[in-house]
């Protein structure tokens, strides 16, 4: 991507820029043609030191020469007032303060943290599926006490929800909605962040456990994967009538998610399996076509960083395989592969997802992209 | 354990003895009570070199001195012919052939090889699940052409398909029979034997596929947890009815599995779900409770190889994993944990095996072991 | 090993008790001939807690049922004082501070940690090797403020340099001193205890860093291999001349460590290569048969602990290895391999020792067994 | 880099195309300013198959499209009489037949494999070091029976050997003769080919010793790092005095390498210790600054493959490492790191390449522009 001259730069802060997700950040936005890094926040151990000093740098890609020299700053937000977006990699401990200061001092906060995904008035974006839900930022702001002109939290996803709800997204445009759902998912140890898992747990090993994963993968599924729906009986906010997350009720969906920590450094790969509505079932064909053809709205409107091919479909019996897969279109997109008719439930399939690209940093990066094309930062 | 004293050893010969379940036999019944390493059998191409020489002995443990100048035989049964009991590691290239040449000369094989899995005479046996099939063995003997004495041929189970239906036959015996079954697998290199799975493919990674692996799980299954049945109509073999096996018929049993090969050395996991055919199904309580208290007829008859707690069943909440748990009690028991509820079928857990104990050598050991205690074995 | 009936168990306490080190202490004790479990010590964390609660278990051998309810003590010496024996698994944060107090308390201290290595009355042994330092308590008692009687402190030295001092140990008695010395380690995470190291810091990576540990190699090795000298001018310390470690200095000891970190569980790997002062060297033949017939004093004296072979020789060209070796004799002996001319110094090998028994605990065990032997502990 | 536009491309042929080598071949030429494939050959199991259908594809990025539907030769030089350059990733055991018959053909051909590394006519070349010994092609053409105009071989050398010749060339240059040398090795199994290392020999496991691995070294590195000299007495090959390689004759090299397979998938990392002939010796600042400065011929004449930083030297004391520092420049120089003095030698440090793309195939690549480039290949 080369930065595009024909208008100014949006300029960016991010927050939690030492941590994992932050340096992620820091990696695609250097080449970002929207978008400049402006401002680099992190603990108060960090402030006031330059960045490379800071900062553990743990890409394999080299730390941008720009950021090199910046002086870390705390992450209030008086530092980030000139930011037109705030990306936030704070851990969660930290990320409920922080991000509601920022939105309150009017800042357009994305966010990787789970401290705000589950509020009612806060978008939980997997970008290659429901960017329609920044519409309730809107309502967000207008409940805000004061209300907000500019300021608003967008959250992102669970690494390993994101993998599976978007396939399932063009499953269900195509062949309506999924009734059922089984996920086993064999996680990379980057999804724990750094220093994250301790090596003697998991070299020739298999941890089939990582705390509060499955019931968020339970929970987000429903939110992402569900509509929006006026409030009932209904209710005035300005003009609008208030909106709430319908958590997938016109289907009530059935989600059992097993979740397993393996010896793989990134790249999660997720045993699907879903039972259909519809009687019959799509075929395998079918579903497989049908992911092929998924073109979701960051890619009708543009947004630099969505993927060419939204989910790539391996017809290798042996394909998608974390190492072999996992960089392909930079982490950008997913790859599925197996599909196969499942002798449960209707059509099981695996689904690969670059935990720290479409599953992190990358997902925040697109819903700011959506929300500048539509108009929602200013 | 150590060799007893009070009758004479019962002496054996090991099929495929220089392969990875071969050398498993011997390290394993290098220090048997019952049975003396008797005769050994590989390929022509190993065929009258000393042990030591032929092998590329890859167990953690040192070869056992016994064995290192014993000059390998090839397998055909003239080398066996005093041997009481014949366990075969072949390589299911051969196995077809030599086995049953071996059956026809009147020797009792209890073999890995898939080949007479699904033989409808061949008992295809989980020690800790189905001792009780060794009675087709009398058919099986009967229906020889010409009639065999003593001669038959015993399976056990595909390593992956053992680590399930132990605590699945459990919960059977205590619940009544399951409808529903989903396994998804995470199984350890050593179950492709050596030299098996390329290191390029694995390191840093997980292959989503085992050739042939889910049908085999899925078929398997149904043998090993159904019963056997007369055959309708009635038809004699001798005085006795002709028996099939009845794979389940009971209850139809749906199973749907997804196999995956993870850089681990030994150990399968698994993650299982199952649904019962009574409602409501037991609790977790309920199911952990029953497990713990599963005795199958190996202890209960004292089979010497059989593990003092068929399933060990851990409360905490991230075990059992392959590199803490497989070595417990040398491998020959399974370990259970995460019990709780399924909200799409009822009850999940995840399931440990020692894939080259309980999931080879050691089945065919106590299936042996059981053959000689119930005279089957002459 | 059974423990033995003929004497009383001497009482042992375990400092640093639910750290890495200190379960292998309770591992290994547990089983103890001579020496019974008597009190746990740990931080003011765990004190107060069943150990079962405290511990966050990480052996691949289950918890030992005795010391389960046992309530974990805090690390002051009023609780331990009725133990004939205290071994120390302490962190060196802390250590330092307790074992001075434990000695001052008149216990007897055999301490894995690094705080006393370098003290000069306090011997650093390796068990295989200097056992005769032991020599140096009496010195280091009567120097004490006020003397002590009973009092002392043991240190057993780092693990990687355990594993190659030992065959050198062999080498310099059979053939005159050693001239110079590169080792080249590479060093399993367990080393690093728990947490330790990050599995992104090492999955599918090498990291040729270890914070200190050439220097301590180069300085320990010196300290093992070198005798005791009469300090000049004499000094008398009630009538024993004051003996000071003479640091190899008949013959200055040229060493160069280099130290990697690599992706494996247990067992350091070392590649070694000597230059002996004698001219011409002993050949590689040589070399081996004086590796395989070295017998140190923990086996002529009869230590329990001590290994039947203190060094195992490999013929074949890729032993030992980590995985296949590393469990033989429990770990207590070390492996060697690959003896053969080195073209810029005289004789190279390789060397193996697993890192958290000859490297760690069992060293302090025989180290102790020796000095009950000895009557250094009383 | 792009395609130039401004002559003809060069159209090559590639050997072995579908081995691990010519895959990376074929990755890195697919995208070349100047080469452009024309023929691919393989054994005869391949010929006659789409590429696509013939290779078990394993690079980690997707296989150019331009190759997918080019039908598969026999390595046999008629198919690729039009090539002007031909790029070898044979296996020893066939390259030596193939290899010469494609120069009698008059075919100038590029080799990895180690069939003709020790023909005293054919260049054993390193690109960042040695490109100056393609003088010695009009010897081995003149030399052919019968003599040659356009055919000749040469090779680039093993992987292992061309990490460490590069940092020690550029201190030859700058401080004069090496005199002594050691190096240990931690190779990536990337190294062996595919299949390569069984899993089950590497994971959580070194293996100490890589078939004729420190013989190789030992003896390139003498070759590589020396010159040529006159034939004594005078010998003419036409009318120039016979050429030979002096194998550092001018001092001779004491060279002592250990090599060790550790579980990486790509990047070797070195342990080096070095003693110069000239005392005193460089000091480690001098020495890194010598190898900052390197600029060796392939980046002076332009070569496109060559890196910008033949040598990018570290100053963290934990770099480089394999995982993090392969991907750098596209693997195409070397990594140096813990510059420091060695207390038995005078210099040590470690060096990491990647083995598949500075130790293979770049290497040929950059090896062919430079005879491009000279007019060696016409």
């Given at each position: 991507m080369q930065r595009q001259s024909d208008r100014p730069p949006i300029t960016v802060g991010i927050l939690g820029a030492t941590g994992t997700v932050g340096q992620r950040f820091i990696t695609l936005l250097s080449v970002h043609p929207w978008f400049a890094i402006h401002v680099l926040g992190a603990s108060s151990r960090s402030a006031g030191k330059p960045y490379a000093t800071a900062v553990n740098w743990k890409q394999i890609?080299?730390?941008?020469?720009?950021?090199?020299d910046m002086v870390v700053e705390d992450c209030k937000p008086e530092a980030f007032k000139e930011c037109g977006v705030i990306f936030s990699g704070l851990d969660a401990d930290v990320a409920g303060d922080i991000e509601g200061a920022f939105r309150a001092a009017e800042l357009a906060v994305f966010s990787?943290?789970?401290?705000?995904?589950?509020?009612?008035?806060?978008p939980l974006i997997v970008p290659l599926v429901n960017l329609e839900h920044l519409s309730i930022i809107s309502q967000q702001q207008a409940l805000h006490s004061p209300p907000l002109k500019k300021g608003f939290i967008v959250t992102n996803a669970n690494c390993s929800t994101t993998a599976h709800v978007i396939p399932l997204s063009a499953l269900e445009r195509k062949f309506g909605p999924i009734d059922r759902l089984m996920v086993t998912t064999m996680q990379a140890i980057s999804g724990a962040g750094y220093p994250g898992v301790p090596s003697l747990d998991i070299i020739d090993n298999v941890v089939p456990y990582i705390s509060g994963e499955e019931e968020k993968i339970e929970w987000e599924t429903r939110k992402i994967l569900g509509g929006t729906a006026d409030v009932e009986p209904e209710q005035l906010v300005g003009e609008k009538v208030l909106q709430e997350f319908d958590m997938h009720a016109h289907t009530p969906l059935k989600i059992s998610a097993s979740c397993n920590r393996v010896p793989v450094t990134v790249g999660h790969m997720i045993n699907v399996s879903v039972k259909f509505s519809r009687s019959p079932p799509p075929s395998p064909q079918q579903v497989c076509e049908a992911l092929r053809a998924y073109r979701p709205s960051a890619q009708v409107h543009g947004c630099?960083?969505?993927?060419?091919?939204?989910i790539t479909v391996h017809d290798?019996?042996?394909?998608?395989?974390p190492r072999m897969?996992?960089?392909?279109q930079d982490g950008a997109g997913v790859s599925v592969g197996r599909v196969r008719q499942c002798p449960v439930l209707d059509i099981k399939f695996v689904v690969l997802a670059d935990n720290v690209s479409i599953g992190a940093a990358t997902s925040s990066i697109i819903n700011a992209e959506y929300a500048v094309l539509k108009g929602v930062v200013r």
């Open positions: 890609t080299p730390m941008p020469s720009a950021v090199k990787n943290a789970k401290n705000y995904r589950r509020d009612p008035h806060v630099p960083s969505a993927p060419v091919q939204a290798e019996p042996d394909r998608p395989q897969d996992r960089a392909h």
